[in-house]
Nanobody
Framework: QVQLVESGGGLVQAGGSLRLSCTAS????????MGWYRQAPGKERELVGG???????NYADSVKGRFTISRDNIKKAVHLQMNSLKPEDTAIYYC??????????WGQGTQVTVSS
C-alpha cells in the first residue's frame, strides 16, 4: 500500500517561507514523477507543480519564481520550497504520485496558512 506523508505546513506571515516535504517508504518517490497540488477553501484542487523522475520541473504560473520543487532520492523525499508567500497561497497542500499524467496516489495533505 502506498503511503505518502506530507509535513512542514504551518502559519507564516506574508513574505515568509515554508518548506514542505513528502516522504514515502520504498522506491515509489524515486521512480515516479511527483506532483504538488493545493486546495483552498471553496476552490478546486489545483496543480502547483511537478518534478519528473529525472528531475525536470514545471510550475503553475501563479507560483513560478517563488516555489521550487526538488527531490532527494536517497531520503525518499520530494520537497516544495515556498518563498515570498502570499495570503492567496493559503491552502491544504498535497503531494501525489503521477502515473500516465494523472495523480495515482495522494498524501493526506498539510495546511499552509499565510497571514497578511
Amino acid at each position: 500500500q502506498v503511503q505518502l506523508v506530507e509535513s512542514g505546513g504551518g502559519l507564516v506571515q506574508a513574505g515568509g517561507s515554508l518548506r514542505l516535504s513528502c516522504t514515502a517508504s520504498g522506491s515509489i518517490i524515486s521512480t515516479n514523477n511527483m506532483g504538488w497540488y493545493r486546495q483552498a477553501p471553496g476552490k478546486e484542487r489545483e496543480l502547483v507543480g511537478g518534478i519528473t523522475s529525472g528531475g525536470n520541473t514545471n510550475y503553475a504560473d501563479s507560483v513560478k519564481g517563488r516555489f521550487t520543487i526538488s527531490r532527494d532520492n536517497i531520503k525518499k523525499a520530494v520537497h516544495l520550497q515556498m518563498n515570498s508567500l502570499k495570503p492567496e497561497d493559503t491552502a491544504i497542500y498535497y503531494c501525489a504520485v503521477i502515473r500516465y499524467g494523472r495523480p495515482a496516489y495522494w498524501g493526506q495533505g498539510t495546511q499552509v496558512t499565510v497571514s497578511s
